[in-house]
């Protein structure tokens, strides 16, 4: 519902670092007018950044998809001090963090928690910017400046517009709207127009030439393309490719009919793809109390409502396996993301998916995004989806890597840095390139753009090669010449906000300490000796054909010199999809690593997103894991510490984390 203007009607809730200060407000005492005050300069109380979506909405709080969202909200933060219905029966009206605020998943399922627990607005001092965009989506406003919270406890009453500063006309018109569906009804009748991109010809980068081509002129005609875009420029672009998978595709469902109808129909069904890929390993890994929730049965009614849904809009469902003759579960066709690039996406496309990780698709050289709950389900109808284009920031690769390091180390080594560490990479593109890009294998390439959103990025790009060629062909047989007329590139004269030389051979084998993919650090100079309880080699990063050969590279020598996982270690490798886990069998590595105490685990995301083997069960368990983000909570209470595949396998037959160089250079 839109509205005209804001008034406090309740409290107001700070995330401070300081537990006892956190537990105050929740008690029912809020804070002193001179600490809000410090606060809002920048001076009181520390107050926490990088609150992740996973933090916010924990996996299992997913399993719900409707209000009972809001008794859960943030019950996952750091400390533990929030627990169930505490936001609800707070009577909070406004919550406040620090930098980066909703980093991680593209869950929708947190603003709505944070919406149904009674939240009318988030102030932060940085907003991510699929967690920005799912606010703006569901109608509950959001803002980095502190200067409206001194005005709004004072009694003020402010106007909407205050919280569109800084917006693109869409999404300004968006927020007035009250939301995405209230917005577009108004956009289909023809009562909102988009504003026209009128960006002169210019030198484009990759992502722009995509959203130029892709970029909707007229909703009701379908007419494509603008001579140019820039960065700002705020437009509705077709998409080539939309997915969603069984944790999102009931929200978005419900949203659908909600909105159009019991009735509506996905329009272009050809191009959308639904997934059982998340939770199909989750009754291994789910505890007892949440058993006697009654979460396990709430889960798989995930999966079957899904199917419905596939069902009557007759989409195409990457499901489960069928079990084998002894009955052991197979898994699923795939994890999304593997599937998108092995079987569906190309060059040039525009494609969209209810998981952040979709940058991955930026393999190919597609435009590749995550979305949330709202955006699909309008999509689903309309075909198109809302973009502000972005800036990009490019990453010119020379050389090649030394031994024992390998992409994985590359992208921990970026993300390390201070233009991510600051959240200057909130919402840019980061587009790969240079001689050094074409050393790399496919899969490894596809590490890189797979992680660009750890960084806060919209996604990552690939300046297309002879590699993608090849890799196309090879799995589709597509014709190379059909595929290089895909390939789009970017202008020599493009504009990039900034542009970093990495000389490949000068990156170093590189371990994110726990709590956030961000915390880089060069195992050269890392001292402690950390011992560990769990290595995990899998999800869509750590789960490719190029990972698997750098598993069984570790492990293979480690068996001819008679050594095998360490005693006290559980070691985890689990396939990306049924081709990979072919291809494993085909290669001889399955026996590798079954003689060397490893337990293997068929395909599905698991242990990435706390639903399937290899989550750790106490807080004092610590996993060395080649999966894609260690946000608190995400893979059990643990530390989980993130590395390369080289590095999880090493450290699995050392019994703590080391240098695979090292090792391998001692086996």
Not at 329 to 334: D, M, N, R, T, V
Not at 393 to 417: H, M, P, T, W, Y
Request: net charge negative; proline share 5%; glycine share 10%.
């Amino acid at each position: 519902m839109s509205r005209a203007s804001f008034r406090l009607t309740g409290r107001v809730l700070f995330l401070t670092e300081d537990p006892l200060l956190l537990q105050q407000q929740l008690d029912g005492q809020d804070l002193p007018a001179e600490t809000v005050r410090a606060i809002c300069r920048g001076e009181g109380p520390k107050l926490i950044d990088n609150i992740s979506t996973d933090e916010i909405t924990p996996g299992w709080v997913c399993f719900h998809y409707d209000a009972t969202l809001g008794e859960y909200s943030l019950i996952g933060l750091r400390g533990g001090v929030i627990k169930q219905h505490a936001i609800k029966k707070g009577g909070f009206k406004v919550i406040v963090s620090g930098e980066s605020k909703g980093c991680g998943s593209s869950r929708e399922q947190a603003p709505y928690s944070e919406q149904a627990a009674g939240i009318e607005l988030v102030v932060a001092r940085s907003i991510e910017k699929i967690y920005g965009q799912n606010c703006q989506n569901i109608g509950l406003f959001s803002t980095t400046d502190f200067s409206i919270l001194e005005q709004l406890m004072s009694g003020e009453e402010v106007p909407v517009g205050t919280f569109t500063h800084g917006l693109d006309p869409i999404s300004a018109d968006i927020v007035r709207a009250g939301g995405l569906f209230a917005y577009n009804q108004k956009r289909l009748a023809g009562e909102l127009v988009p504003p026209a991109i009128t960006t002169p010809k210019r030198p484009m980068t990759m992502v722009e030439k995509i959203l130029a081509k892709n970029a909707i002129v007229d909703a009701k005609t379908g007419t494509l393309g603008v001579a140019a875009v820039q960065p700002g420029d705020a437009l509705f672009v077709r998409t080539d490719v939309r997915f969603s998978h069984e944790y999102v595709t009931p929200m978005a469902d419900a949203l659908f009919v909600a909105a159009l109808g019991k009735d509506a129909q996905v329009v272009e069904k050809e191009s959308v793809f639904t997934f059982r890929d998340h939770l199909t390993f989750l009754g291994n890994a789910m505890s007892q109390k949440h058993r006697e929730m009654g979460l396990l049965e709430r889960a798989e009614g995930l999966a079957t409502s899904q199917e419905a849904f596939a069902k009557k809009h007759a989409l195409k469902l990457y499901g489960e396996v069928p079990p084998a003759p002894d009955g052991k579960k197979l898994g699923s066709e795939a994890i999304c993301h593997n599937a998108v690039i092995e079987d569906i996406g190309y060059p040039g496309q525009v494609i969209t998916g209810t998981d952040s990780h979709t940058c991955m698709a930026g393999a190919l050289g597609a435009f590749a995004f995550g979305v949330g709950s709202t955006d699909m389900a309008n999509a689903w109808f309309t075909r198109d989806v809302r973009v502000k284009v972005p800036e990009t920031v490019r990453f010119v690769l020379s050389n090649r890597l030394r031994e024992g390091v390998s992409a994985k180390d590359v992208i921990l080594f970026i993300l390390s840095q201070p233009f991510f560490r600051t959240s200057r990479g909130i919402g840019k593109v980061l587009e790969f390139a240079g001689p050094g890009l074409g050393t790399m294998p496919m899969d490894e390439q596809a590490t890189l753009t797979n992680m660009a959103v750890e960084a806060g990025g919209f996604t990552g790009i690939l300046e297309p090669s002879e590699v993608i060629v090849d890799y196309l062909h090879e799995m589709r047989g597509t014709p190379k010449d059909e595929i290089r007329a895909r390939i789009v590139t970017s202008d020599p004269d493009a504009q990039y906000l900034e542009t970093f030389e990495i000389d490949l051979a000068e990156v170093p084998v590189m371990l994110a300490t726990p709590g956030d993919p961000r915390n880089g650090v060069d195992m050269g100079t890392f001292s402690d000796e950390v011992a560990i309880d769990i290595a995990y080699g899998g999800s869509c990063t750590g789960g490719k054909k190029a990972d698997m050969d750098q598993y069984a590279l570790v492990l293979g020598k480690a068996l001819a010199k008679g050594k095998k996982v360490a005693p006290g270690v559980r070691a985890f490798i689990q396939f990306g999809s049924q081709h990979i886990r072919r291809y494993a069998e085909q290669k001889g590595y399955v026996k590798i690593f079954e003689d060397a105490g490893v337990e293997l685990i068929q395909p599905s995301c698991g242990a990435c997103i706390n639903a399937g083997p290899g989550v750790s069960d106490k807080a004092e368990r610590v996993t060395v894991s080649a999966i894609n983000r260690n946000f608190p909570g995400r893979s059990g209470p643990g530390k989980v510490y993130l590395a390369s595949p080289l590095t999880v396998a090493a450290s699995a037959i050392a019994g703590k984390i080391v240098d695979p160089a090292k090792l391998l250079a001692e086996l």
